[in-house]
């Protein structure tokens, strides 16, 4: 006979697939995913919750709005795709609560100084520490879920966690628009302290997983050259559009980080304990899972660059108005994923992955249809689809990576996971980004917001037509992707069937 122990499969004799180590989390699994979602949550709002904040950051320093001051924005993200690698292997060697904990910590302390800085370098370093924190968070945010819930609730789990961190990408707009009106710019740094302190100490006293002795040798070498490289194509890819596509600064930070990459293939073919286990990614299961979740969230990130600029300069609705008419997406999203997760866990993931990006291209096919006079119906039908496919995909196709990924594994699968999330977010802005500027859009924006009071009706007829057209060409981009991720989702193959067993 056989029984499941500890999630893994234990056979009566003298084979034991698995025996539970001392280290295993005991804790509440629901506990652990709120823990683990709130954590997650904080991350992905301080990536959405400062755009909207630095005009009034760059007036409180006396700085322009471009230059410098962008870097508010980049040294989070590049931070958070300099480490995220390395702290999904460190954990998978002392464990999954010291990391946790000790992100909390960093996120914790560098909002504090965020909120407090004297100064724009100050501010920088500050959130360039903030990403730190947010990169040993997002590391572990999936595996902790994993581990936690049996094979038959993961994908609900992992559904539910999913919803939370897109809730902390939507309304990140929001909560930084109502706080700098209201407050000032520097409580969307303060907000974090009170939550960050509650969720350490409950952490501390919930989780009850032991800190163990690192498994083979750690890779200093791998380190530093996947942190150069990632860093280097993320910095790359969040100011290519303004310093421009064939720029020598682009050229060199994507030959600088692709440089790297190969380096960093090669060392780690060669050493024993590699940060990043290539195997995994022969794994045909793990790899096409992958590649479909970069996909997804190359062409679904846009929407929520894209839109605003429809709404605030083709439309002219107040920044409040844009921000509530952005809400059906992520609302669509929080009520399907979970409900997708669950038919994972029944019927497995096989076509619920593909099924989802299909939908979600269709929604972005929805979205490049509609122009000046399309109706607000229009708008959310177009956005709830959109929700819909990526609630469908997300839960399930998450559900498959980390059971195709071994156990001894799970946190350089979490932090592999969140740095394709990463990856996909910032190629997404600069993709359609650079569509929309090339075909005119964003010029024409411009002139549209600043001149409807004066433009005639046949400026403001072709100006419309010019950012229409740009638009949908840009929506349009992004739906062939989508299309490709479904393709991607298909040849994937079936997840493992001794999910329990890893």
């Known amino acids: 006979m056989a029984q499941l122990v500890c999630g893994t499969l234990e056979t009566a ?45 760059a007036r409180s320093f006396g700085v322009p709005l471009t230059g410098m001051v962008e870097w508010v924005i980049t040294a989070y993200l590049v931070a958070i795709g300099a480490v995220l690698l390395t ?12 990391i946790f904990v000790a992100g909390l910590l960093v996120f914790t302390a560098g909002s504090m100084g965020c909120g407090a800085a004297p100064s724009l370098p100050w501010l920088l370093f500050g959130r360039a520490f903030q990403g730190l924190g947010a990169a040993l968070i997002f590391a572990v945010n999936i595996a902790m879920v994993t581990q936690a819930f049996p094979p038959a609730e993961r994908g609900r789990a992992l559904g539910v966690n999913a919803i939370l961190v897109a809730l902390g ?21 303060y907000v974090n302290v009170p939550v960050g302190a509650l969720v350490v100490l409950a952490a501390l006293g919930i989780l009850t997983e032991r800190a163990r002795r690192a498994r083979g040798r750690f890779d200093p070498a791998g380190a530093v050259l996947l942190a150069v490289g990632l860093s280097s194509l993320t910095l790359a890819l969040s100011f290519g559009q303004e310093w421009g596509w064939i720029s020598w600064r682009t050229l060199a930070a994507i030959g600088v980080g692709a440089s790297a990459l190969v380096v960093t293939a090669w060392v780690e073919r060669r050493v024993a304990a590699p940060i990043l286990d290539l195997a995994l990614l022969g794994s045909r299961v793990f790899a096409f899972s992958l590649v479909s979740f970069v996909l997804a969230m190359l062409a679904l990130f846009a929407v929520g660059f894209l839109l605003p600029f429809y709404f605030e300069e083709l439309r002219g609705f107040d920044v409040e108005r844009a921000g509530l008419l952005l809400t059906p997406l992520p609302l669509t999203l929080a009520v399907v994923a979970p409900l997708s997760g669950l038919l994972a866990d029944r019927y497995g993931s096989r076509w619920l992955s593909p099924i989802g990006l299909g939908v979600a291209c269709v929604g972005l096919l929805l979205l490049s249809r509609l122009d000046g006079t399309s109706s607000i119906g229009d708008v959310i039908a177009a956005l709830v689809v959109t929700g819909l496919g990526q609630g469908l995909f997300s839960a399930p196709n998450t559900r498959t990576l980390m059971a195709a990924a071994p156990r001894r594994a799970q946190g350089l699968a979490s932090g592999v996971l969140a740095t394709g999330r990463v990856v996909g977010q910032s190629l997404s802005v ?73």
């Not at 001392?22 to 709120?34: D, I």
């Open 13 to 57: 004799g003298p084979h034991r697939a698995h025996v539970c180590p001392r280290s295993e989390e005991r804790a509440n699994r629901w506990a652990v995913l709120a823990l683990a979602g709130t954590g997650g949550f904080m991350t992905a709002l301080d990536a959405s919750i400062v755009n909207i904040s630095l005009p009034s950051i």
């Open 87 to 98: 702290a999904g292997r460190v954990a998978d060697m002392i464990g999954r609560k010291p």
């Open 169 to 189: 990408i939507s309304v990140g707009p929001t909560v930084g628009g109502l706080l700098t009106q209201h407050l000032s710019w520097r409580w969307i740094f």
């Open 430 to 502: 600069a993709l359609a980004g650079a569509v929309f500027a090339a075909r005119g859009g964003d010029a024409a924006g411009g002139a549209l917001a600043a001149g409807r009071a004066w433009l005639s009706r046949g400026q403001t007829t072709a100006l419309q037509g010019t950012f229409l057209g740009a638009m949908r060409t840009a929506f349009l981009v992004c739906a062939a992707i989508s299309a490709v991720g479904v393709v991607t989702a298909l040849i994937r193959g079936d997840a493992p069937h001794r999910e329990g067993a890893r």
